[in-house]
């Protein structure tokens, strides 16, 4: 499930599922979750990145006012307004803008669906576009994998960490990491064995880290 190489054979699949749930379709209710991670990250959903403008974007001009935030048909709720105001530019329909928050809500609510770890990657991550705004006016529901994810952050080269144990969002054996201090000096590295596809990886970042980096980890939760 978890890099794009790993996901093509359900991307289809998972296209179709998004395309009937935005038509008012039901999705298939027989799909099979998928197998246990073998790869570096995620792949969310397999769905393809919302339509535009992107989830996350902010117009960089004029936007319509609060007030003239109405649907040409029916009207929005009070949290729909919430998360439309500011981020409508002046002459797009608000509509639109509402229906690329509500596909990130799509793609959270499928791929924790499958796998929560997955979900919550992809949030840190960034692999779902404005995921954070979206699950906190539009699907609350999924407020347990925002939570998830912003006590973590996504693998590379962080300063400063905070010491603890932390856990891989990823069960692929490729992943490695790294804790130093400040004159360069390591001090912790792991996994000390070579994990098997699918074992649980966790990294002990020691007081004094300035530096801790991974490769092939996606994102870290505290374990």
């Not at 954070?132 to 960490?161: M, N, Y």
């Not at 891989?168 to 790294?178: R, V």
């Amino acid at each position: 499930m978890y890099r794009r190489s790993a996901a093509a054979a359900v991307l289809l699949t998972a296209a179709l599922t998004l395309t009937a749930c935005s038509s008012g379709g039901k999705a298939d209710s027989g799909a099979k979750a998928k197998p246990p991670a073998s790869s570096a990250a995620p792949d969310p959903a397999d769905s393809p990145a919302p339509s535009a403008p992107a989830a996350d974007a902010k117009p960089t001009g004029p936007v319509l006012p609060d007030a003239k935030l109405t649907p040409k048909t029916g009207s929005f709720t009070a949290q729909e307004k919430k998360y439309l105001s500011g981020r409508v530019p002046e002459k797009m329909d608000p509509a639109a803008v509402l229906q690329s928050g509500q596909e990130a809500c799509q793609r959270v609510a499928l791929t924790a669906k499958r796998d929560k770890d997955a979900a919550t990657g992809a949030v840190i991550t960034g692999e779902i576009p404005g995921a954070k705004d979206a699950i906190t006016h539009l699907c609350p529901e999924q407020k347990p994998i925002l939570v998830a994810a912003e006590k973590g952050f996504p693998e590379g080269p962080r300063t400063s960490p905070a010491a603890g144990t932390y856990r891989a969002l990823t069960q692929a054996s490729t992943c490695t990491w790294e804790a130093k201090s400040k004159d360069g000096s390591l001090l912790a590295s792991g996994p000390e064995t070579q994990p098997n596809a699918g074992d649980k990886i966790t990294a002990t970042i020691p007081a004094g880290t300035a530096e801790f980096n991974s490769s092939g980890c996606y994102a870290w939760i505290p374990a």
